[in-house]
């Protein structure tokens, strides 16, 4: 009974692992040729992107140039940034890794942010909708400060 529940065991590990080692996100080398390829194709080729589409800053402190892509830069088929909302614009984060190339690490949907130093390490004080600081629509805009540590988020404050 035992043999047969670490064989039932070794099955599952097989058949998951594959999985899960798919899952993980590949390194790109340049995230600003592959963001403009994929609105180029979703676009229909009529595209055009402003001058703060990429944005290269160290944001995790590692010394290494990280890479910022703001969606609200594009302009497609004449919208310009056709995936905001309300609640903002989606930013994707990239970090340069010591291999060799990028990985994002996270995508929000945001105001804008500030790059600023606190303590330090420069600091992401993100400006979001309201709700992500449990307000109502109308109400002061939410600010979460986030420090990046190697390729995680980690959120210090929020007002």
Same mark, same amino acid.
């Given at each position: 009974?035992?043999?047969?529940? !670490?064989?039932?065991?070794?099955?599952?590990?097989?058949?998951?692992?594959?999985? =899960? *080692?798919?899952? @993980?996100?590949?390194?790109? @080398?340049?995230?600003? =040729?592959?963001?403009? %390829?994929?609105?180029?194709?979703?676009? %229909?080729?009529?595209?055009?992107?402003? %001058?703060?589409?990429?944005? @290269?800053? %160290?944001?995790?402190?590692?010394?290494?140039?990280?890479?910022? !892509?703001?969606?609200?830069?594009?302009?497609?088929?004449?919208?310009?940034?056709?995936?905001?909302?309300?609640?903002?614009?989606?930013?994707?984060?990239?970090?340069?890794?010591?291999? +060799?190339? $990028?990985?994002?690490?996270? /995508?929000?949907?945001? $105001? +804008?942010?500030?790059?600023?130093?606190?303590?330090?390490?420069?600091?992401?004080?993100?400006?979001?909708?309201?709700?992500?600081?449990?307000?109502?629509?109308?109400? *002061?805009?939410?600010?979460?400060? &986030?420090? &990046?540590?190697? /390729?995680?988020?980690?959120?210090?404050?929020?007002?």
């Amino acid at each position: 009974m035992k043999s047969l529940l !670490i064989v039932i065991i070794n099955l599952i590990a097989f058949v998951i692992m594959p999985a =899960a *080692a798919q899952a @993980q996100q590949s390194i790109l @080398q340049d995230p600003v =040729a592959f963001e403009k %390829d994929h609105f180029t194709k979703s676009c %229909d080729g009529q595209v055009s992107f402003g %001058d703060h589409f990429a944005t @290269q800053q %160290d944001i995790n402190n590692d010394k290494l140039m990280d890479i910022v !892509i703001n969606e609200g830069e594009i302009t497609c088929k004449g919208e310009k940034g056709p995936y905001c909302t309300d609640e903002g614009c989606p930013y994707n984060f990239y970090v340069q890794v010591a291999e +060799g190339g $990028y990985l994002m690490i996270a /995508t929000a949907k945001i $105001y +804008g942010y500030d790059f600023i130093q606190r303590f330090g390490n420069m600091v992401l004080v993100m400006k979001m909708h309201p709700r992500f600081c449990d307000r109502k629509d109308g109400e *002061a805009v939410c600010e979460i400060t &986030v420090r &990046v540590r190697g /390729t995680k988020f980690v959120t210090i404050s929020q007002k």
